[in-house]
């Protein structure tokens, strides 16, 4: 064979690469997965106009990536086979653990998980000394009102899974952002303040799995976990393993998780159990009467007949499956999103019993601001 002949071939073979996915894209495109999972906008087709002349390739080169015939189907091949060959991925958001665990490792300015798991980031002595000081400050001022308030800060998924997590993350110093927190809050504030990783690690290894394997959140598991020691809190009852574990527990199936969106894997990695704690209240009708546009403002009534106290919750994505629970113990429960909303207003609109503020240990920066609206009222 000549080298034309070759150069023939090899020109074939690469318009034909180019050009047949294409063609076989129009007949299967209703069967392909087309989804955008990568929480942006794709880029339009550009205009080819003489004043832009110079950014069109640019702007093209970037159509075409996102639009790209079978894009779903080739990203999700390549990523698995990352998966398996090598034990990782490649992701700013995703990171591989072991046995299929997934982790959240998106770094910004209010939030770094890695960081948090590795003791990296703990807060210096001064920002403590603040911490305390707008904790203590929001407490008395609610309490003034009659409003008891609690902070519940929640592990996050690497702390209380740290097993799953890869060899090649290293853990610096013990002592971790929010453990030095919750120690200098419980010593220097006489507020309720919760940091229970060493519950959370108990219930997973005596009870059930708490948070999910493909997923940043907890599972209903761990919600139900986390709200039976707040509403015993409330209700100045005692907590213990028996306040949860006297329950039965359901498989209600299975399902994804949002790192598994992120990786645009979740008909891959489809096979973490859902499961539902069975027999809680039963006997008590709860319903969302209210939810704005964006969802991050919701309202709860029940007919829960001996309790009448108000209850806010103060919330980030982890407090929403919490709302069933103490909707089933209080006939008025309220929850905002404490990174869009102000809380503080809400506080006065509302005049609740009880302020709860649900805080993943991953979002402890956006305290200062809320503790400061709670203290202004």
Request: with cysteine; net charge negative.
């Amino acid at each position: 064979m000549n080298k034309r002949t070759k150069a023939y071939i090899f020109a074939a073979v690469f318009m034909g690469m180019m050009v047949l996915p294409r063609l076989l894209f129009i007949p299967l495109k209703d069967y392909v997965d087309t989804e955008n999972y990568e929480n942006r906008v794709y880029q339009e087709k550009p205009v080819l106009r003489v004043r832009g002349i110079k950014t069109y390739p640019g702007l093209y080169d970037a159509y075409f990536n996102d639009h790209l015939a079978f894009k779903n189907p080739l990203v999700a091949f390549v990523k698995l086979a990352d998966i398996r060959v090598f034990g990782e991925v490649s992701s700013d958001a995703v990171l591989m653990g072991q046995d299929d665990w997934m982790f959240y490792k998106l770094k910004n300015e209010n939030e770094d998980s890695l960081a948090d798991y590795q003791g990296t980031n703990r807060y210096p002595e001064e920002k403590l000394e603040c911490f305390a000081r707008l904790l203590e400050q929001a407490d008395h001022h609610l309490a003034s009102r009659d409003i008891k308030l609690i902070l519940y800060i929640v592990p996050n998924k690497e702390q209380v899974y740290s097993e799953y997590m890869p060899s090649s993350i290293k853990v610096v110093n013990e002592e971790s952002k929010a453990d030095r927190l919750f120690e200098y809050l419980r010593d220097h504030t006489d507020a309720d303040v919760y940091y229970p990783l060493e519950e959370f690690k108990r219930a997973k290894d005596d009870w059930c799995q708490i948070y999910r394997k493909y997923d940043t959140h907890w599972n209903d598991m761990g919600a139900f976990l986390a709200s039976q020691m707040v509403i015993r809190d409330i209700d100045n009852e005692k907590f213990g393993p028996e306040s949860y574990m006297e329950y039965p527990i359901e498989n209600r199936g299975s399902f994804s998780g949002d790192l598994a969106v992120m990786l645009n894997l979740q008909n891959y990695y489809d096979d973490d159990p859902f499961l539902k704690v069975g027999g809680y209240r039963d006997d008590i009708t709860i319903s969302m009467d209210y939810e704005n546009e964006r969802g991050t403002v919701t309202h709860y009534s029940s007919d829960v007949q001996d309790d009448t106290r108000k209850i806010l919750i103060c919330r980030d994505s982890f407090g929403v499956h919490m709302a069933e629970y103490f909707a089933k113990n209080y006939p008025d429960v309220t929850l905002l999103d404490y990174r869009t909303e102000d809380c503080g207003a809400a506080v006065m609109d509302r005049k609740p019993d009880v302020v709860v503020i649900e805080a993943a240990e991953r979002y402890t920066d956006y305290m200062f601001g809320l503790l400061d609206q709670l203290a202004g009222i």
